[in-house]
């Protein structure tokens, strides 16, 4: 299916002590250079994909290769590295190459955009909900400290207190006329929109009965689900420019407003033509004009002149004694 989410990352964090690590001196003592670059050319290959990758002899062939060493001596490095702890030694009898703490990584940098469905979970060491629910408690107590620090801060004066209700009180009642006016939200609004309509461009696009209902619609088949992404950014803009975006505010809302949205744009997948900085083209019917009858006189006469040809063909090829110059039988002497 077209632009799902993707499973892999983009980049990964690494701790500003990883070359103290005992673990990673130790690899560095015993395999140098090579091994430590072994190591990271690994966690780039695992995070790229998930969270784990699985090694076969193509790929240690291409690690060999990259490494300009012997398959034998890559083979050796990675052994080692599970001795010491920095790979998952169950799993490596399987040839799987993971760790609890690189879990973790792919995990919270993930975040909410984290599709759990599509986990390998035979291959998972830490529970996911755990990990979830360790991030979200991380972001309360950094919360809490926000409004602890707030509270902490003393009001000034009266007059700036009243002032600031004041101009509070104002701005609410500007952003409910704009609303019941329909005029565009206010800027942090949109963001807070914009931050909603994105995780439902993830959700929908994850949920596998939404695609088939809008392959079954579009009648454009799956290759239509690789613009959808593209489209819904698009869509996002004109619900903004339109001051729509009040009236997008559930998810039902959305996904039924998109395909309406999107079918009367005749399910477009020319994103420049969404944009409206590109025409779409027009095709030219060419309409080819009957000839004009002849009248009948017309066609008399060219029976005629076709009549008077095959005369005198006839007469000259058989030799009848008869020929015809310009239009006047003349006899010749015909004699044995």
């Known amino acids: 299916m077209a632009r799902p989410v993707k499973l892999g990352l983009d980049y990964f964090p690494i701790d500003t002590h990883v070359l103290k690590d005992i673990k990673i001196r130790r690899l560095m003592k015993k395999h140098k250079t090579?091994?430590?670059?072994?190591?990271?050319?690994?966690?780039?290959?695992i995070y790229e994909s998930s969270f784990y990758v699985q090694v076969d002899q193509d790929y240690l062939f291409d690690l060999s290769d990259q490494l300009d060493i012997e398959d034998e001596e890559v083979?050796?490095?990675?052994d080692y590295m599970v001795e010491i702890g920095l790979f998952d030694a169950g799993l490596w009898k399987q040839s799987i190459l993971t760790s609890k703490a690189i879990q973790e990584r792919y995990i919270a940098a993930k975040g909410r955009y984290l599709n759990e469905r599509k986990l390998e979970k035979q291959y998972l060491l830490v529970p996911v909900t755990a990990v979830k629910e360790e991030m979200a408690a991380n972001t309360s107590v950094n919360a809490e400290e926000t409004l602890i620090s707030a509270a902490e801060t003393p009001v000034q004066t009266v007059e700036s207190?009243?002032?600031?209700?004041?101009?509070?009180?104002e701005n609410e009642s500007i952003f409910i006329i704009e609303r019941e006016s329909g005029a565009p939200a206010r800027e942090n609004d949109q963001s807070l929109l914009k931050d909603q309509w994105d995780q439902w461009k993830m959700d929908l696009l994850n949920d596998g009965d939404w695609c088939n209902l809008l392959i079954r619609i579009s009648g454009k088949g799956t290759s239509l689900l690789e613009n959808a992404y593209d489209a819904m950014r698009y869509f996002d803009d004109f619900n903004l420019l339109r001051a729509l975006g009040d009236t997008v505010r559930t998810r039902k809302e959305y996904q039924s407003r998109f395909i309406a949205w999107w079918r009367h744009n005749?399910?477009?997948?020319?994103?420049?033509i969404l944009a409206g900085s590109k025409t779409a083209a027009?095709?030219?019917v060419r309409i080819n004009k009957p000839a004009a009858r002849k009248s009948r006189y017309e066609e008399m006469m060219q029976v005629a002149e076709e009549a008077k040809l095959l005369t005198q063909q006839m007469f000259e090829n058989h030799g009848f004694g008869y020929s015809f110059t310009?239009?006047?039988?003349?006899?010749?002497?015909?004699?044995?």
């Open 34 to 45: 090579p091994g430590v670059l072994l190591y990271f050319m690994l966690l780039c290959d």
């Open 75 to 78: 083979k050796t490095m990675l």
């Open 161 to 169: 207190a009243q002032s600031k209700e004041k101009d509070s009180k």
């Open 266 to 272: 005749h399910w477009e997948t020319d994103m420049q």
């Open 282 to 284: 027009i095709p030219q």
């Open 326 to 336: 310009n239009g006047i039988e003349t006899a010749s002497d015909y004699t044995v």
